[in-house]
């Protein structure tokens, strides 16, 4: 289990778009970068990248001007979450709180699946408990009627092998 969780977290922390960032990229390709993981304040739904409109032009050139101009993607992040708060993210950070939307979706997942085979597992065992039990049953609960009718048909079971062993 351990192991496993250390193999999310990597994955987690690879995947990040911090971890993406080339040594020596330049202010287009930081502004690229960046509006793709940016969700445009003019066009619900839509990466800051995918926008058509004039103002998500002017949102990507001011982001290339501060790459420009030397600010680290963080601080451009931390400028934009402050003009337009933190829902301006589309993708979760890979620090603190945001860990959590990164790692849950995998917790959950092996949770449930833990979950179901448990399920599975028990509903198996009282499956073949309630079988035995009914056989049980099924042995304890002759009739008296039953029992005088078996023991008919054993003593004339018995009386024809006799028959039959005679004549042999």
Request: hydrophobic share 45%; with cysteine; net charge neutral.
């Amino acid at each position: 289990m351990t192991r496993l969780l250390a193999a999310l977290l990597l994955v987690g922390v690879l995947a990040s778009p911090a971890a993406a960032a080339p040594l020596g990229a330049g202010p287009e390709d930081v502004a690229n970068r960046m509006s793709g993981e940016i969700m445009s304040p003019f066009c619900p739904g839509v990466t800051l990248h995918e926008c058509p409109s004039q103002e998500a032009t002017d949102l990507r050139d001011r982001i290339e001007g501060w790459a420009a101009a030397g600010w680290s993607e963080e601080r451009i992040m931390n400028e934009l979450v402050a003009q337009y708060g933190d829902g301006i993210r589309a993708v979760p950070p890979s620090d603190g709180g945001g860990i959590v939307a990164w790692l849950l979706p995998g917790v959950v997942a092996v949770g449930g699946a833990l979950f179901a085979g448990t399920l599975a597992r028990r509903w198996t065992r009282q499956r073949e408990r309630d079988r035995a039990g009914e056989d049980l049953e099924a042995r304890r609960s002759i009739t008296p009627e039953q029992r005088r009718r078996l023991a008919g048909e054993l003593a004339a079971l018995e009386a024809r092998s006799a028959g039959q062993g005679r004549r042999l």
